[in-house]
T-cell receptor, first 113, second 112 residues
Framework: KAGVTQTPRYLIKTRGQQVTLSCSPI?????VSWYQQTPGQGLQFLFE???????NKGNFPGRFSGRQFSNSRSEMNVSTLELGDSALYLC????????????FGPGTRLLVL | GDSVTQMEGPVTLSEEAFLTINCTYT??????LFWYVQYPGEGLQLLLK?????DKGSNKGFEATYRKETTSFHLEKGSVQVSDSAVYFC???????????FGRGTSLIVHP
């Protein structure tokens, strides 16, 4: 069974631009969560989607948004990029919301210049 | 709220040495506990988990025992290999929350 895939793997943007990251969960998994990982803050929860609905949201500004499609694939969008948005963005999937075991993708490394 | 505290790294060991990475937690409910590993350039992989007190999770020679009395879930391995070099994250999830709480991670470097 294929794992969680994320595209692109690496991205360089400039301040003020926007970016869209994509995540395809493991086949059969219906819940997708997004995390931001930085050296300073560690791993922080962004949001979780299930059945095309946002179920939970972390403490991030409204510039961070996401969506989920009917095939469970998910995208997250960051608008008006800031230097501090440079991070590794990880996607994780599980069978159901709050699924005890999450499976992580390799991440998208975003660099904002 | 919930929190996880891990020992600061990096932890540097020689091959075949014994490994302990400490993890303690505070939780408002009765948590499930997890260890994840992140190899360079990759995402997190679930290493092991335990869902109730005195449970021992084990995988790939790593072990951790859920100690409710000391609120700890220390990771151990009897003989580390160079290939174990990675960052290790302790995490918890309580039944009432869909959001896991992660520790800051502990970097392990194993020298030949």
């Amino acid at each position: 069974k294929a794992g969680v895939t994320q595209t692109p793997r690496y991205l360089i943007k400039t301040r003020g631009q926007q970016v869209t990251l994509s995540c395809s969960p493991i086949s059969g998994h219906r819940s997708v969560s997004w995390y931001q990982q930085t050296p300073g803050q560690g791993l922080q929860f962004l949001f979780e989607y299930f059945s095309e609905t946002q179920r939970n949201k972390g403490n991030f500004p409204g510039r961070f948004s996401g969506r989920q499609f009917s095939n469970s694939r998910s995208e997250m969008n960051v608008s008006t990029l800031e230097l501090g948005d440079s991070a590794l963005y990880l996607c994780a999937s599980s069978l159901d919301p709050g699924g005890e075991t999450q499976y992580f993708g390799p991440g998208t490394r975003l660099l904002v210049l | 709220g919930d929190s996880v505290t891990q020992m600061e790294g990096p932890v540097t060991l020689s091959e075949e040495a014994f490994l302990t990475i400490n993890c303690t937690y505070t939780a408002t409910g009765y948590p499930s506990l997890f260890w994840y590993v992140q190899y360079p350039g990759e995402g997190l992989q679930l290493l092991l988990k335990a869902t109730k007190a005195d449970d021992k999770g084990s995988n790939k020679g790593f072990e951790a025992t859920y100690r409710k009395e000391t609120t700890s879930f220390h990771l151990e391995k009897g003989s580390v290999q160079v290939s174990d070099s990675a960052v290790y994250f302790c995490a918890l999830k309580t039944g009432g929350s869909y959001i896991p709480t992660f520790g800051r991670g502990t970097s392990l470097i194993v020298h030949p």
